[in-house]
Each structure stands twice: as structure tokens, then as C-alpha cells.
């Protein structure tokens, strides 16, 4: 049995083991900068924009967690929930804990009248794509993701200025 609710302070710890363990186990254990003092920021600072939902086992234990923020749909014309990341402790696997944050993510959406829930796999991980397609989710095989980050990001935005600047000048 799965107990789901808010993230809170006293969980940033746990939040930010399991994300570097989530790194792991997708192959890139280097790649997480986050820090506690980043993850409280976000998550509880003045303006949060970022949502981490936690379960916990009937000890009270912290099992995985679901992060999450808003998106919207310019089509539908309302918000959905991008889920950033779902993760459970290998131990806790297939005790319901990531069907159980998925069902609130969607009980989220439904009640506050939200179009979609959506989220990224990796194409080889097939026990997550076969658990997904499972709850009746499907891949958006005509869509591909595409990410501008690092210094092809910073490169890019830096033009950004003499864009506007020319614009300006008219």
C-alpha cells in the first residue's frame, strides 16, 4: 500500500538521493548539479513553479516521488502536468508506489480540469515503457523531443541582444 502526499521540506534529502539514483540508472551518474539548497529553493521558496508528490510505505518510509510543473496547451487552451521525474527505490518496485503517483498526477489534472499528463522515457527502457502502456499512456511517435542546452544554448541566447537591438533600430 502506498501512502501519496506533498513533498515537504524535511523530504529534500530523500528527493535528492533518489534523483541521483535515477541518474544512475539512466547512465549519466555526473550529470545532476542540483544541490539541497537548489531543490528546497524550487520546490518551497517564494514562487514555486515546480511540485514533488512523495510515497511512502505504511512504516512511513519514503518509497519514490513524482516531480512535476505545468505546462500548457495552446490547443486545448489549459494547463497539463509535464512530469519531470518518477522514481521508486529498486526494493519498492512493483508495490504499486509508481502506479500510485501516477494515479494522483491524473486525479490532479482531472480536478483541476488540466488536458493532459505527459512525460519522456528512454526508448531502452523497456520495463518503464511496458509499465506505462500498461495504465493505457502511449508514446507520441510522431513527435521527437529537442533540447537546446550547454553552448549551443548559450551561443544561441547570446544573439538574442543584437536581434533586439536590431529590431529596434527598425
Do not use: C
Not at 3 to 30: F, G, N, Q, S, W
Not at 98 to 111: D, I, M, P, R, W
Not at 115 to 128: G, H, I, K, Q, Y
Not at 136 to 152: K, N, V, Y
Request: charged letters at 20%; zero cysteines.
Amino acid at each position: 500500500m502506498s501512502a501519496i502526499r506533498p513533498a515537504t521540506v524535511e523530504d529534500v534529502p530523500a528527493i535528492l538521493r533518489m534523483i541521483h539514483d535515477l541518474a544512475i540508472y539512466e547512465k549519466e551518474p555526473d550529470a545532476v548539479k542540483n544541490t539541497p539548497e537548489m531543490l528546497t529553493d524550487v520546490l518551497f521558496g517564494d514562487n514555486p513553479r515546480v511540485y514533488a508528490t512523495i510515497a511512502e510505505n505504511a512504516a512511513g518510509t519514503v518509497q519514490g516521488f513524482a516531480l512535476w510543473f505545468l505546462n500548457y496547451s495552446t490547443w486545448e487552451g489549459v494547463h497539463g502536468i509535464y512530469l519531470e521525474d518518477l522514481y521508486v527505490v529498486p526494493d519498492a518496485r512493483g508495490e504499486g508506489h509508481g502506479k500510485a503517483l501516477l494515479q494522483h498526477l491524473a486525479a490532479t489534472a482531472v480536478e483541476r480540469g488540466y488536458a493532459r499528463v505527459e512525460w519522456s522515457v528512454l526508448n531502452w527502457n523497456e520495463p518503464s515503457i511496458n509499465f506505462y502502456k500498461n495504465l493505457g499512456a502511449f508514446p507520441m511517435a510522431e513527435w521527437s523531443t529537442f533540447r537546446l542546452t550547454g553552448d549551443a544554448l548559450e551561443a544561441f541566447g547570446a544573439n538574442d541582444g543584437h536581434v533586439n537591438q536590431a529590431l529596434a533600430r527598425g
